[in-house]
């Protein structure tokens, strides 16, 4: 299957991928901070600048999107028909990464937790999972 999009088009809807700030991961910090959390974000300091860094509590929390990171659920099964070769190590690539700051940061002592972007389909559930791993 070819590209409908020209190369500028596709250029253009790629650069407007955002690592930061998503709607999962914005859903997720107004539900702790509403329940009185309080977290920085993106610390440069550590491995793979989590979403939330509670330092604290040394948990970090990353809001992962199913596709981009390569999760076992439906949405993070399907491949592009398109350029498939490209795609499968880009994921591959991220899955790795995202290993490699997992280790890290259980290295240096930080507890890592992880939401997927399916979980929040349930979002009261997901928030839930995180405050229990939080603790009060």
């Known amino acids: 299957m070819t590209d409908t999009l020209t190369p ?20 997720v910090r ?11 974000l993106h610390d440069r300091r550590l491995p793979g600048k989590p979403d939330l860094v509670f330092s604290r509590r040394r948990t970090v929390v990353f809001v992962h999107g199913c596709f981009w990171h390569g999760h076992a659920c439906a949405r993070g099964a399907r ?4 350029n498939r070769d490209y795609w ?18 259980e290295a240096m002592g930080w507890r890592v937790l992880t939401v997927w972007e399916c979980e929040l389909r349930d979002a009261d559930a997901a ?6 791993a939080l603790g009060p």
């Open 88 to 105: 499968a190590g880009k994921i591959a690539r991220n899955r790795a990464r995202d290993a490699a700051n997992r280790e890290a940061l």
């Open 79 to 82: 491949r592009p028909a398109a």
């Open 8 to 27: 500028a088009q596709r250029r253009r809807t790629m650069q407007a991928v955002k690592s930061a700030d998503t709607k999962p991961e914005l859903l």
């Open 127 to 132: 928030v839930a999972r995180l405050v229990a």
């Open 30 to 40: 107004r539900r702790l901070h509403a329940l009185g959390y309080r977290y920085r």
